[in-house]
């Protein structure tokens, strides 16, 4: 793959938006290779996402930011740049469920994933195995139901010294405390095992069969203090029937999960989400 | 389409069911075309639809009625017996919106559906020219929103009229009355426009885009008292995202509510759906 | 909808293009709506669709041509600018089946359609009546199996009087002689029915049903001198098994082919494809 | 899971097979949990499985044979009896690319499949840890391109001395010699990384990137000596589009072939494929 810086931007909307920053870049002699754009006309916005060549502009990300900056400020930007070579560094969470966590692993083991997962946080120990196969650091912070405060400082602890810019929730059946969803806001991902807004809350697969529906899906989506309501990433479903029983549900299920959690997860890698009042806009 | 019996069963499992009834079908040389069973541990019911080439059996409708009856009695069947050259009578309900509508009367014209549409009513007057164009009578019955039950009773009026056996609701804008609701119940069939049980009530796209879903649906369902709670008999999605509107998530949906309204619909008239305790046991 | 023009571009990719194109709209304070770009490493070619609104240029669309004309050339772009509210003219062929053209007359009645359907030919007279209660004229053209030339004269003086921009093969039976192919190239759309390239040619559902596939397709193509090998504008399966049988394909079929045909023809509409070295690039 | 019998049968249609099984089954009260039949109109063919309870029988499974073998004799049928208990020797063979491999190693430990992984056979080394963290025997057989028949008499030997009663091609990349295939017909099971008929033989990705293809797909087939021709199993697709280079057809595909090999192999090892005439009756 070759190089490239990402930049990504949201701004209320006007005329000489793409202008601008186009010519800035062509300015440089940047080589766009993929460009994306999104005005919403019901909020009056703006959305914007550039892969440029890093070897075709003379910039490092640090003069980037700098030349940039003023266009940013004339346009009242929220933006940033990215550099593809410098992957986000991923903490991944996990309960007993396996699923998830063993996708998420085989694909950077096989070097699908843009990004490098730096420590996996479990409130159980079974999984340590797995996980240490790949090298990867196990942390088991048990959780104690009567005062779950200390496993939650543990964990923010954790995150910080592992300097992680990703919290992969991968079926971890904890509820996180609101103000580590704010903390983290925008980089907590979560699966949830419910096309959403159907079945929010526990055992989604029970009330999904004792509804009868016809299709079972599952959710990715940023975690923020509103258990199951934050913006979502992305949705898929797997067709049932009136023979599927809540165990063939929950097996079907695993397939529609790891699939969809894998691929918010890789949006969110290649600075392909952006986030706004509670919604996304992804950029495939 | 060779001619066939329709022989469908519900009661309590137990053993030799099966051998019973395709026994007593033997007897008589029957020959079965196809054959469907689902055995429901959760509940202990036993559930079953068998197609016979009508020509194999020495039995008009009523003698098989006689004939089986001892069975179903002995096995505490719910059951009934059809035959497929007996379409099933039909009244369309609509409103302003065609499509579904549209779908319908084409289906028909085209000889697709296993049915006989014996009119429309709808509280306007619009799609009338459609409707009479395919040679179907057009009832206009305003709704006056301040009484409704004059409406009601004339609607309840012309479905005895037209000895209907099934009622459509294809996108019918009005909730029927409760005494409707029972007095048809199982024969009342309604295609609500989102993935139930996500956005129930008004406005669904509105909803669904407000929340920022990446998949819309459209739900076909028997018609109970509860407004979107009936028994779920079909239900698809398709993708959306971040640069659809509202008017084209109402495009986009319009192809998903037709095609699952037209499939629900076939199920039914193919004596293909069993309703148990508020769901459905689909036999496709 | 606000009128907007269509500027459609494609080009060797370079430096500076989307700069040069979108300095020159915001010179003129042009308000893209929409805008999309796609660079192809593999063949070096730029690819760029820019939707504007109209009422914020200066220009109508002859003077837009003008202006832009000195760009377009030192860029060496295959271009062409559209206005949104000069809807596209339609001629539509279809054989003895319906389906495929009742979806496209209800489309375009219930006004969903970005086009005028100016003209039906046929080779056959039977959907004469569902045409004319559109109010669109129906031409019954009847091929000579021994000397089809005539007819298919008749077609092109047809096509040329009714001053059609795009031709839409709704289930026409006919293969058009290369002449017609080649004069109105990237202008004539074809359903094929079936998931090209597996059972190109005659009877699809025949072969798909003898190799036993597991879902069945549909393919909406430009139509080129070479049968069922032009691009391919958009495509759809549908699932099926072994208790369908070679009828009940077809009419699972259809419900896939009109779809993907009024999906296929709407890109087209709304200037959204572009074709080269037998791809298109589809900017959904 | 309760412990079943799965008895298998085809055999020529005609009236009373139905009533003979299941009054055989109702005669020593065994209770159906699961039953599914098939009657082919276009080759005069009955197909049907039978899942029942083996507590509710007197019956060990050699017994069965015995009692039933009259029956079957009487009906002509091909069959077979299968014991839920008893899950099928499976050997897994593989190349260098791990993803098929990764996923059914994860279902077989998390012990979501239906089977017993008995070895892994490769023709290089590469995959062995992997395996051998599973404790499942790793066997390097390398081919040399020379001469292939001693690698294939190794394996061969290897599937003998396994006992294995499934042989699964997890993207091995040779080709079996016509012997193997025949020897252990109906046995071998492989994922194609195309939705066959498209794009047989080698590289279907760069060729469905040439063709400019709307959605990819994977084929789940048993192996016959006729390469990609043998029955079909299982299918699905997945959407790509113009801005899909290989690369991304080659990943996307991955998570399709995948899912696909597990289905078809769940269904293989849950005895629910029928195979007759080059096509699969797949009681799902």
């Known amino acids: 793959m070759e190089r490239t810086y990402r930049l990504v931007i949201a701004c209320p909307d006007r005329v000489g938006i793409v202008a601008k920053v186009t010519t800035f870049l062509a300015t440089y002699n940047g080589w766009l290779t993929e460009a994306s754009h999104h005005s919403d006309p019901t909020n009056g916005w703006f959305y914007m996402r550039n892969e440029i060549k890093a070897s075709s502009l003379p910039f490092d990300l640090n003069s980037f930011r700098i030349a940039f900056e003023p ?4 346009f009242q930007m929220c933006w940033h740049v990215a550099d593809s070579q410098q992957p986000k560094r991923i903490v991944l969470m996990a309960s007993k469920e396996s699923h998830c966590l063993a996708d998420l692993l085989h694909r950077w083991h096989a070097k699908e994933m843009d990004g490098e997962i730096v420590g996996v ?38 995150v910080d010294a592992l300097d992680a810019e990703v919290i992969v929730l991968a079926r971890y059946m904890q509820i996180l405390p609101p103000e580590l969803c704010d903390r983290y806001t925008g980089r907590i991902i979560n699966i949830h095992h419910s096309f959403l807004p159907s079945f929010a809350g526990a055992r989604p697969y029970h009330q999904a069969y004792k509804r009868g529906v016809k299709l079972i899906g599952a959710t990715c989506h940023y975690v923020t203090q509103d258990l199951d309501e934050g913006p979502i990433i992305e949705q898929d479903v797997i067709r049932v029937n009136h023979s599927d029983t809540i165990e063939d549900m929950v097996r079907l299920g695993k397939d529609v999960e790891k699939q969809v959690l894998a691929r918010g997860l890789r949006y969110h890698l290649e600075d392909r989400v952006i986030v706004h009042e509670n919604k996304t806009i992804v950029f495939e």
């Open 71 to 74: 266009i940013a400020r004339e």
């Open 121 to 158: 946080i479990s409130n159980h120990d079974d999984l340590r195995r797995m996980v240490e196969w790949h090298d990867i650091p196990y942390y088991h912070v048990p959780v104690d139901p009567d005062d779950k405060s200390v496993a939650f400082a543990e964990v923010e602890r954790l």
